[in-house]
């Protein structure tokens, strides 16, 4: 699906990230870890086509990014469900509209797909903010939704970052669980992630890698913390 | 939940969808209403002025026919001499296509109205006329002047027309100018658009790089602000071609005593022209802000 292959980053001269090869296969569900400003939301980024490499090559659905047009990148994102740290919303539309956004922004949006905007609601809680604007919202809710429209088109890849980052620990577990069970139905699953807990959570549900980012390279890790 | 439905039902036609992603922007939109409108008044008047000094260096064109006369006065036993004479120096002159001597019934009839038909011309010492027709680059009058000063005695040359030869090339100027302006008032509108269109694009960067990350085109986004700076623009031309159709309208009509100041107006199917310029000013702005949005977005990732 997401093919990098020695893929190598910088924002200036210094090199943040090097020599970064991963295959993101079908069904594959990943954690993304490391410390603070190790480039998880760098490297998450590369894998949506928002940043090119500086060195390297990353294929997007057997598509090489580097010979891709502006337009095939987009139709790609529509593939690619991201939870953006920063969620990144419409402070002027009402949160419903925000989560439907990638179906108005594709010409998808229909009456039917109402009925798939209210069931993602429901599974983050949100049924009550349809009307809210996005400054109006609290942290977490802003991630759920945030996560609600990774999701709406319902996408081969999720890439999620800090996805629970503002979350109680329950809804953290909600979330997770919501996110496996697609991961079941065949989607591919990226997180990262600082919570220790969460990946133990998941040790129990899934089969799930741990890739690490550290010391600007990628290192697979073990998920027994 | 009921108006949710509605709003989504909204958005399933594309265009709306688009248009309310990006928020309004109300202050660059009053002002590119205005200025479209602004320019779309002065097109129409730069119009009418170019029309009406076209089809005023037309008409003196037509008039002028490119005609002067020599008066011959000269005892009556030395006019046919002299007339010969004359037509001689004519027939040597660069510049004049033809030359003749009008005939007596000729020169009654221009007489006729100030004497009455019954007026014994051979009579009278009245001057011998000689029309002279120019040719396409015309004679030197300077030098048929002195010509005739030293051969024809009698001979007077009347540029009756010439005079109006300068005005004849001020209006052929002024023609040119008034389309110039049209032309500049156009880039004008252009400019304005690419700066209003730019300044839209800068207020919606976040807006712009959320619709990229969930997946828009470059086309879906940049639709969203051209059709509202060419519907902006075509909104206000329209109004602006009203009102200055509604002035030149106004103006005092064609007396004859006004000449050019009263000619201020359309004539015939040149009341179509002005039905041009909402729809072309539209382009205009379609074009600018085309081209203002794929260089922003050319940039984003
Ligand atoms: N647009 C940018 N321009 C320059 N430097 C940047 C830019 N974005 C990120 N960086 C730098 O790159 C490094 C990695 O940032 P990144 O956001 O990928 O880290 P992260 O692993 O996601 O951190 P966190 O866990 O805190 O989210 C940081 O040092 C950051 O300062
Ligand atoms: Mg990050």
């Given amino acids: 699906m ?10 200036g001269s210094d090199a943040l990230l090097t020599d970064m090869s991963l295959q993101l296969a079908p069904g594959a569900f990943h954690f993304l870890t490391g410390p603070s400003g190790a480039g998880k939301t760098t490297f998450l980024k590369l894998c949506y086509g928002a940043l090119r490499p500086t060195e390297g090559r990353i294929r997007l659905f057997d598509q090489d990014l580097a010979q891709m047009g502006r337009d095939d990148v987009a139709f790609a994102r529509r593939r690619i469900g991201v939870v953006h740290q920063d969620c990144q919303f419409l402070d002027h539309l009402p949160l419903a509209e925000n989560i439907a956004l990638p179906l108005t922004v594709s010409g998808q949006a229909s009456p039917e797909q109402v009925d798939n905007l209210n069931e993602l609601m429901s599974w983050v809680g949100l049924t009550d903010k349809y009307d809210a604007l996005p400054p109006e919202l609290s942290g977490g809710e802003r991630q759920r939704a945030a996560l609600a429209r990774a999701l709406i088109l319902s996408p081969d890849v999720i890439l999620a970052d800090e996805p629970t980052g503002n979350v109680d620990w329950e809804m953290s577990q909600r979330l997770l669980r919501l996110l496996v069970e697609l991961n079941k139905m065949g989607k591919t699953v990226m997180i990262a992630t600082h919570d220790l807990m ?24 073990g998920v027994d913390l | 939940m009921r108006a949710l439905l509605d709003k989504l039902r909204g958005l399933t036609s594309p265009d709306s969808g688009a248009d309310r992603v990006v928020p309004p922007t109300g202050f660059t939109a009053r002002l590119t209403v205005f200025t479209s409108a602004a320019m779309a008044f002065l097109t129409i008047f730069a119009l009418a002025l170019s029309l009406a000094s076209g089809r005023l260096a037309t008409s003196w064109g037509d008039e002028l026919a490119r005609e002067s006369t020599i008066r011959i006065s000269a005892p009556a036993g030395q006019m046919a001499a002299q007339t010969a004479a004359a037509l001689r120096v004519l027939e040597q002159t660069p510049g004049v296509a033809s030359a003749r001597a009008l005939t007596p019934e000729e020169q009654q009839a221009l007489l006729e109205p ?71 008032i156009g880039a004008a509108t252009g400019a304005m658009v690419t700066l209003a269109a730019n300044s839209a694009l800068a207020a919606n960067r976040q807006v712009i790089t959320v619709l990229r990350l969930v997946g828009a085109t470059d086309g879906y986004i940049a639709g969203a602000f051209v059709r509202r700076f060419t519907l902006r623009t075509l909104l206000g031309a329209g109004v602006g071609t009203l009102v200055g159709l509604l002035a030149v309208l106004l103006m005092p009509g064609d007396s004859g005593a006004g000449g050019f100041l009263t000619g201020l107006r359309f004539e015939g199917w040149h009341w179509l022209l002005p039905l041009l310029v909402p729809p072309l000013a539209a382009v205009v702005a379609y074009l600018a802000t085309q081209m203002a949005a794929r260089r922003v977005l050319g940039g984003l990732a």
């Fill in chain 1, 198 to 221: 969460l990946i133990r959570a998941a040790k129990s549900l899934v089969s799930a890698r741990n890739l690490r980012i550290a010391n600007r390279t990628l290192q697979a890790a």
């Fill in chain 1, 2 to 11: 997401i093919e990098l292959e020695n893929v190598a980053y910088s924002y």
């Fill in chain 2, 114 to 184: 100030w004497f009455g038909p019954d007026l014994p011309v051979q009579t009278l010492p009245i001057p011998q006329l000689i029309s002279v027709i120019e040719s396409d680059e015309g004679y030197d009058s300077e030098g048929l002047r002195l010509r005739l000063s030293a051969e024809v005695p009698g001979a007077v040359l009347d540029e009756h027309t010439r005079w109006r030869r300068p005005l004849m090339v001020a209006a052929g100027r002024l023609r040119l100018l008034g389309w110039v302006s049209i032309l500049l």
